[in-house]
C-alpha cells in the first residue's frame, strides 16, 4: 500500500536515535600497536573486545572508515543467530563432517555474546526469544516438521499452536528453534561495545579509511588519508567493501536487501496479532521475509529482493529502492490484514557480503601477521564474534580446535569477473523465483549449483 509509505523517512530506523555517540577523533599522524583492526562493525568490535579479554596489556587500534556501526552492523533486522553456517542444512551440505561441532560452537557463541551483554551491562535491547520459521504454501510443511526435534529445543508448532503466538491467515504452521536466535537493537550493540572498547584502552579512530595495507619484516603498515598505524597484527573486518588484500576481492559480491519498520503498534493492533512472545519470525521460501518486534513494538519487515548491481559496487545510491518497498508493503498488509491503516515511518536498505558457500570464509597473509574474514551473507550478527576469535587464533600462529576446522582452512569458490558474475547472479535469482512459483521444485540450474556446493541466497 502505498500510503503507508507517504512522508517515511529514509534513515535507518536504528541508525536514526539522538542517542546515536559523537565520532571519535581521526586518526592523525603516525603510531603503532599490537594489533591494528580495520572496520568498526560487528567483526571489528567483536574481535577487539576478544583481544583485550585475552591480554589486557596487548595495545589495539581500530580504524573505521565512518563511524562504528554506519553499515551493515546497523541496518540489519537484529537477529542474533547462533548459526554459523547459514542453517544447519547447508552446513552438512558444505561440511557434513563438522556440522554438527558446529551447531554447538555456534551455540556457545551465543551464549557467549548474551553473557558479554549481562557482563558489560549493554543497552541493546536483548532478548532470547528464538525464531519460527513459518510456512505460508503446503509444501513447505513438511520439510519444516521433519526439523522437529524437542531434545535440542527445536518444536513444530501446527496452525492452531503457530496461531497462539502469531496470528495471520498466511500461517500453516512453524519450525519455533527456541535457543538459537536472539533480538538486539544491532545499532546499540555496536555503540555499547564501542563504549566498553574505550573504557578498556582501546585506541578507535573513526572517520580514518585504510587507503593501503603494506609489510616488511617486522610490521604491517595501514596507511589512511592522514596517518598510518604500524602494527604487529592486524585483523581486516570490512566485510562487503573491496578487501585489502586483493586475492580475496572476487571471494564475496554485494548484494543489497531491503527493510520497513512501522509506527508503534497500539495495544489493540498487537493483541489482534498475538506475537506475545516476540520471537523473531521468517518464513522458509527462497525469496522469504524477516521481521520482528522492536523494544516500542514497531514491526520491522524486511527481506524478499535481494539485488545485485552489475559491477559489484557498494554505492549509497542503491540503499533505496520504491519498486521493493512497495513490494514489502503490499505483502505486510496481505500478511497481517488486521494491521491495516498502519503507517511506515522508515524504510533503508544495505549491502551484504555474500560468498558462494553463504557463510564466512577466513585466510591470512604476510606470513600469518594480518587475518580476514568476510562472506557472511546476512548472519554477521552473531557470526562475527566468532569469526573474531578464529582471527585471532589464526594471528597467534598457535593450532587450537578453530584453526583446524575445515570451515577455517577451506574457501569458497571465487565469483567470476564481469560479466560473467551479473549474468550467473541474475539467471541463478530467476530461477529460484521459478522453484517459489513451483511449489519448491528446483531446476536444472539449481539442482547444478547444489550438486558443486554453489547458488545463490540472501
Known amino acids: 500500500m502505498k500510503s503507508a509509505l507517504e512522508g517515511i523517512s529514509t534513515l535507518p530506523f536504528w541508525l536514526d536515535d539522538p542517542a546515536r555517540p559523537e565520532p571519535t577523533p581521526p586518526l592523525i599522524g603516525p603510531r603503532g600497536a599490537d594489533l ?20 589486557p596489556d596487548r595495545s589495539v587500534v581500530l580504524l573505521e572508515a565512518e563511524t562504528v556501526g554506519w553499515a551493515a552492523s546497523g541496518r540489519n533486522g537484529g537477529f542474533c543467530s547462533a548459526s554459523l553456517t547459514h542453517g544447519a542444512d547447508n552446513g552438512a551440505a558444505h561440511l557434513p563432517g563438522e556440522n554438527a561441532r558446529l551447531i554447538e560452537l555456534g551455540l556457545e557463541n551465543l551464549d557467549a555474546i548474551e553473557a558479554s551483554v549481562a557482563r558489560y551491562d549493554l543497552d541493546c535491547e536483548f532478548e532470547r526469544t528464538g525464531e519460527i520459521t513459518i510456512a505460508t504454501e503446503a509444501y513447505q510443511v513438511e520439510d519444516l516438521r521433519a526439523g522437529h526435534d524437542p531434545a535440542h529445543g527445536i518444536y513444530w508448532l501446527d496452525r492452531d499452536e503457530l496461531a497462539a503466538r502469531v496470528r495471520s491467515p498466511q500461517y500453516l504452521g512453524g519450525l519455533w528453534d527456541s535457543r538459537g536466535n536472539a533480538m538486539i537493537n544491532p545499532a546499540k550493540l555496536c555503540w555499547e561495545l564501542r563504549r566498553v572498547l574505550l573504557e578498556l584502552g582501546v585506541t578507535v579512530h573513526e572517520n580514518s579509511p585504510v587507503r593501503s595495507l603494506t609489510a ?70 527462497n525469496r522469504f521475509h524477516y521481521f ?30 520504491q519498486e521493493t518497498f512497495e513490494t514489502l508493503s503490499r505483502q505486510f498488509f496481505e500478511t497481517f490484514p488486521d494491521l491495516r491503516g498502519l503507517r511506515f515511518t522508515h524504510a533503508w536498505g544495505g549491502a551484504i557480503d555474500t560468498c558462494t558457500r553463504f557463510f564466512p570464509f577466513f585466510t591470512t597473509a604476510h606470513d600469518g601477521r594480518v587475518a580476514y574474514t568476510a562472506g557472511f551473507t546476512g548472519l554477521g550478527v552473531g557470526a562475527s564474534r566468532f569469526a573474531g576469535r578464529v582471527m585471532l587464533d589464526l594471528l597467534s600462529e598457535t593450532d587450537t580446535e578453530l584453526t583446524q576446522l575445515e570451515m577455517v582452512r577451506s574457501k569458497p569458490l571465487p565469483f567470476p569477473p564481469e560479466p560473467f558474475a551479473w549474468a550467473g547472479i541474475t539467471a541463478t535469482t530467476k530461477a529460484l523465483i521459478a522453484a517459489d512459483e513451483n511449489q519448491g521444485r528446483r531446476g536444472l540450474l539449481l539442482r547444478t549449483l547444489d550438486r558443486f556446493g554453489l547458488g545463490f541466497d540472501s
Open 36 to 55: 591494528a583492526i580495520v572496520g568498526g562493525g560487528f567483526t571489528g568490535l567483536w574481535t577487539a573486545l576478544q583481544a583485550k579479554e585475552a591480554d
Open 216 to 285: 616488511d619484516s617486522t610490521s604491517v603498515t595501514l596507511k589512511t588519508d592522514r596517518g598510518l598505524v604500524k602494527a604487529n597484527r592486524v585483523a581486516l573486518g570490512t566485510n562487503v567493501f573491496p578487501s585489502l588484500l586483493r586475492r580475496t576481492r572476487l571471494h564475496t559480491v554485494p548484494v543489497y536487501d531491503y527493510a520497513l519498520m512501522t509506527e508503534p503498534l497500539s495495544a489493540e493492533q498487537l493483541e489482534a496479532i498475538g506475537w506475545h512472545g516476540r520471537e523473531g519470525l521468517n518464513d522458509s521460501a
Open 292 to 321: 520482528r518486534l522492536s523494544a516500542d513494538n514497531r514491526i520491522l519487515w524486511g527481506g524478499w529482493d535481494a539485488v545485485y548491481h552489475f559491477g559489484g559496487k557498494v554505492q549509497s545510491r542503491y540503499d533505496q529502492r
